[in-house]
């Protein structure tokens, strides 16, 4: 079992240091900030004329595969996932310092689908995003998937960094472990777990500096139960 594999089974999550450059993100993120203002429609979040997040990035940046295909993304992606992984969603937030903000404990519980409208024994309490239709998933779907969160700036104690209870995937309070605050650099990679227990602070009074974050969601494969359908399924491999 690789490590990745191992800190995922156990802990939940694994923090991949140095996959891009600062360089890298910078540019990356001059050229996401332009696309999403040019992107019409309720997918772009704005405050105060600024662009802060998206619920539906792949529409302004179906790109974003290519980024996912960046090689040791993809072998660890095709390690966990296997060779059908393919990207379903994609999001983007940014926590400005004069716009905090914070969120409770969590798991990430919702996919994006095409009809949510669709009976199923397998999915509920369906809603709407962004124009998106989406539905709660099944803890037997959502535990075979894996999310990447892509660090353009560092995360840091001042800018409202991320928290998380490893072992909580489990869904066993046994299991569980204190939670850890977690910091990373411009181009660190975190993998986590959809059921991972997370939250997220407020940034610091004083800071100067955002937290962007370009967050990819995986699935293991294009089929789902009952006729249901991923809004988005880019698959990662050629075949």
Request: charged residues 20%.
């Given at each position: 079992?690789?490590?990745?594999?191992?800190?995922?089974?156990?802990?939940?999550?694994?923090?991949?240091?140095?996959?891009?450059?600062?360089?890298?993100?910078?540019?990356?993120?001059?050229?996401?900030?332009?696309?999403?203002?040019?992107?019409?429609?309720?997918?772009?979040?704005?405050?105060?004329?600024?662009?802060?997040?998206?619920?539906?990035?792949?529409?302004?940046?179906?790109?974003?595969?290519?980024?996912?295909?960046?090689?040791?993304?993809?072998?660890?992606?095709?390690?966990?996932?296997?060779?059908?992984?393919?990207?379903?969603?994609?999001?983007f937030?940014?926590?400005?310092?004069?716009?905090?903000?914070?969120?409770?404990?969590?798991?990430?519980?919702?996919?994006?689908?095409?009809?949510?409208?669709?009976?199923?024994?397998?999915?509920?309490?369906?809603?709407r995003k962004?124009?998106?239709?989406?539905?709660?998933?099944?803890?037997t779907?959502?535990?075979?998937?894996?999310?990447?969160?892509?660090?353009?700036?560092?995360?840091?104690?001042?800018?409202?960094?991320?928290?998380?209870?490893?072992?909580?995937?489990?869904l066993?309070?046994?299991?569980?472990?204190?939670?850890?605050?977690?910091?990373?650099?411009?181009?660190?990679?975190?993998?986590?777990?959809?059921?991972?227990?997370?939250?997220?602070?407020?940034?610091?009074?004083?800071?100067?500096a955002?937290?962007?974050?370009?967050?990819?969601?995986?699935?293991?494969?294009?089929?789902?139960?009952?006729?249901?359908?991923?809004?988005?399924?880019?698959?990662?491999?050629?075949r």
């Open positions: 079992m690789s490590g990745l594999n191992k800190s995922l089974e156990e802990a939940g999550y694994a923090m991949l240091p140095g996959v891009f450059s600062p360089g890298q993100m910078q540019t990356l993120g001059t050229r996401l900030i332009a696309e999403l203002e040019a992107h019409p429609g309720p997918t772009v979040l704005k405050s105060r004329g600024r662009v802060y997040g998206s619920r539906n990035l792949l529409a302004a940046a179906p790109w974003l595969v290519d980024v996912a295909r960046t090689p040791l993304l993809l072998e660890n992606l095709q390690s966990v996932l296997g060779d059908e992984v393919g990207l379903v969603r994609g999001l937030f940014d926590k400005p310092p004069d716009r905090t903000w914070s969120l409770p404990w969590h798991r990430d519980r919702t996919i994006a689908v095409q009809d949510n409208t669709i009976p199923s024994r397998h999915f509920d309490n369906p809603t962004a124009g998106i239709a989406h539905l709660e998933a099944s803890e779907l959502l535990a075979s998937m894996l999310t990447l969160r892509i660090h353009l700036d560092a995360m840091t104690f001042e800018n409202g960094p991320l928290s998380v209870i490893p072992g909580s995937h489990l066993d309070v046994a299991k569980e472990h204190p939670a850890v605050v977690l910091s990373a650099q411009p181009g660190d990679v975190l993998a986590m777990r959809p059921l991972l227990s997370h939250a997220s602070s407020m940034s610091k009074e004083g800071t100067t955002h937290r962007r974050i370009v967050h990819l969601e995986f699935a293991a494969a294009r089929s789902l139960p009952d006729g249901v359908q991923w809004h988005d399924y880019l698959s990662l491999v050629d």
